[in-house]
């Protein structure tokens, strides 16, 4: 929990510097072609990073780089990290240079509705050509940061993305007012904020005693593993981007879509970065070490805890978010060019995403029961059915209900993905779940439930003041978004579904 609380803690402070990013590119971009335009842009490097980057490298080496750890050493450790670093590198490189060449055909595959609006278009490959780099600097970062979390150091990794933020809202405040062309700027700005995150977990390891030089590239039988594990490990770990591509496919076709679904998306990622990402970069090492000490009970109880810790903090987030996406979304967006007829659709899908949220963050607690078993196939697998989920229904109820039928798609989706991984676990007998953990999830359950009915109370108390002023507004969201915490925890030590004793003794160890 400690653990977990170091990187959720500086992913927090990423996504609240990200809502600020995003308050100021809905301000200067709002929802229109512009930012239609960089959202696709940016989501094609993203994608990549996630899929191949931080989901199938991190899966895959992770667990090798801690066996070579505990069985060969530290030194065996190191070399097998630079031929890694060697192989990523030239790939990455040769997977640059083609996406460069190919741009325009990418975004006509990516957003085949923009052939409509050849303005639209063209502004996207520009954007698509200047931010792609970022893929190879946030892929090498991720080495980096994988060799960290594998150490045990997660604070540098976790602080990283914080950068990209950082720079994205100077470039917004300072340098869009003094040259023009927000767009542009914001993309010339992504490819900076990787730079500088690579520089920055380069210097991390250097001073956690693993200096990575880089080595000619050979197909070593290390190296062989590895993308053996990767391969599938690209399908599973990175499936929810893969159906938000998917969405972004379809919505291309209805104007302003694109960008809808981009504000939800962002609203429903902070609770499912604080939690489930960062309860899944922990677990993931630790199970790998306990399962290679041949220490199966304590791997069963560390993924029981986990489970328990994220639901903890996932379900009354899901929560809040399905009663108060309204005053939520238009606390934060409605201004400038974003106005009340985007902020209504945008506040409609972010509840279709919610929906799923739980989901999301299991599928991120779960699959490293696979992973720290080298096995990444079985994710795949689970993976597969989501996406054939999320297509079919995307295509149906797109043409019913627009842009919120794709958001609930990729929800039941995620759903699908992690009963599968759930039931695979149980029934090879790698999770044996605990009656304490089937006790505290139906508390849980039982304790959102009953803090969604207080939100809905404190909604229609609070409904003129959220129709006033934007302070008044920002006032309300704010004591509902209090109230409802404090009522969800009272719930939650009156159904007996967290020892408070226990929660008291995490948060001191995670203060100190």
Known sequence: MRSAATVGGFTLASRLLGFVRDVLIAAVLGAGPMADAFFVAFKLPNLFRRLFAEGAFNAAFVPLFARGLEQHGRDAAHGFAEQALGFLLLALLVLTVAAEAFMPAVMRVLAPGFMADPEKLALAVIYG??????????????????????????????????????????????????????????????????????????????????????????????????????????????????????????????????????????????????????????????????????????AHTVHNQAIAFAMLLTLPAAGALIVLAGPLVTVLFERGAFGVGAARATAAAVVGFSSGLPAYVLVKVLAPGFFAREDTATPLVCAAAGVAVNVALSLILFGAIGHVGIALATAVAAWVQAVMLGVMLIRRGLLAVEPTLTRRLSGLVAATLGMMLALRVGLWIAQGALHGSLAARAASAGCLVVGGAAVYFALVFVFRAADPAVVRAALRRGRA
């Open 129 to 298: 050509r200047i931010t792609f780099p970022y893929l190879l600097a946030l892929s090498l970062a991720a080495l980096c940061g994988g060799v960290l979390n594998a150490l045990y150091r997660y604070a540098a990794a976790a602080a990283a993305p914080i950068m990209l933020n950082v720079v994205l809202i100077l470039a917004l405040a300072v340098g869009a007012p003094l040259l023009g062309h927000p767009g542009t700027v914001l993309a010339w700005a992504v490819f900076g904020a990787g730079m500088l995150q690579f520089i920055w977990l380069v210097w991390a390891c250097g001073r956690a005693g693993m200096v990575l030089r880089l080595r000619r590239p050979r197909l070593s039988p290390a190296v062989r593993r590895l993308l053996l594990l990767m391969l599938p490990a690209a399908g599973s770990a990175g499936v929810i981007h893969i159906n938000l591509l998917i969405g972004n496919i379809i919505a291309s076709h209805q104007a302003g879509a694109v960008s809808y679904l981009y504000y939800a998306d962002r609203l429903y990622q902070l609770p499912l970065g604080v939690i489930g990402i960062a309860v899944g970069v922990v677990l993931l090492p630790e199970l790998a070490r306990r399962l290679r000490g041949g220490d199966i009970v304590a």
